[in-house]
T-cell receptor, first 112, second 115 residues
Framework: DAKTTQPTSMDCAEGRAANLPCNHSTISGNEYVYWYRQIHSQGPQYIIHGLKNNETNEMASLIITEDRKSSTLILPHATLRDTAVYYCIVRPVDGSARQLTFGSGTQLTVLP | DGGITQSPKYLFRKEGQNVTLSCEQNLNHDAMYWYRQDPGQGLRLIYYSQIVNDFQKGDIAEGYSVSREKKESFPLTVTSAQKNPTAFYLC??????????????FGPGTRLTVL
């Protein structure tokens, strides 16, 4: 699996958009980008995933650069409950890698 | 409500005792997973199972055992051979969809402390 690089921590004001970057410069053409988050002492929660097109769901938007070497997770209107560690993960499209390989993630703190 | 349940939330055991952590899902998912998380670190895969009566070792299977007798259940036993069992244990499940991508759904976790 491709290695990902994320900032250790970020702050965001409540109500503003939170933009979380992720570098995955060694990603291959058959790997998805996944985002999960983990609120303290809880199980991780799936947010969104994409291959090469931008994706949006009820939780967030995922913007993947044209060269696929980086992506940004956007929480459009951050709330205090969005404070969590956010993990960017890449996995093969063919499902051959069963596990999720979590790095250290980005601690997002939403400030009142 | 559909979901994954893990019990108990907190578990204390004496050193040298085996302990079994429960994981049940009613999502009709084929695949189930056990991860371990240590403080300030990401998740590491212990075991996974894609089908009943079959399972594979993950990165850190030593000192652990599992069974998959029913689709809904994937219990994890932490044996006395596990040298550092105190950790946060997370169970997950997913549909096996291959190329479509398969998000994993996690339970609330069990925090095991060995005294």
């Amino acid at each position: 699996d491709a290695k990902t690089t994320q900032p250790t921590s970020m702050d965001c004001a409540e109500g503003r958009a939170a933009n979380l970057p992720c570098n995955h410069s060694t990603i291959s053409g058959n790997e998805y980008v996944y985002w999960y988050r983990q609120i303290h002492s809880q199980g991780p929660q799936y947010i969104i995933h994409g291959l090469k097109n931008n994706e949006t769901n009820e939780m967030a938007s995922l913007i993947i650069t044209e060269d696929r070497k980086s992506s940004t997770l956007i929480l459009p209107h951050a709330t205090l409950r969005d404070t969590a560690v956010y993990y960017c993960i890449v996995r093969p499209v063919d499902g051959s890698a069963r596990q999720l390989t979590f790095g250290s993630g980005t601690q997002l703190t939403v400030l009142p | 409500d559909g979901g994954i349940t893990q019990s108990p939330k907190y578990l204390f055991r004496k050193e040298g005792q085996n302990v079994t952590l429960s994981c049940e899902q009613n999502l009709n998912h084929d695949a189930m997973y056990w991860y371990r998380q240590d403080p300030g670190q990401g998740l590491r895969l212990i075991y996974y199972s894609q089908i009943v009566n079959d399972f594979q070792k993950g990165d850190i299977a030593e000192g652990y055992s599992v069974s998959r007798e029913k689709k809904e259940s994937f219990p994890l036993t932490v044996t006395s051979a596990q040298k550092n069992p105190t950790a946060f244990y997370l169970c997950a499940s997913s549909i096996v969809r291959g190329r479509a991508g398969d998000e994993q759904f996690f339970g609330p976790g069990t925090r095991l402390t060995v005294l």
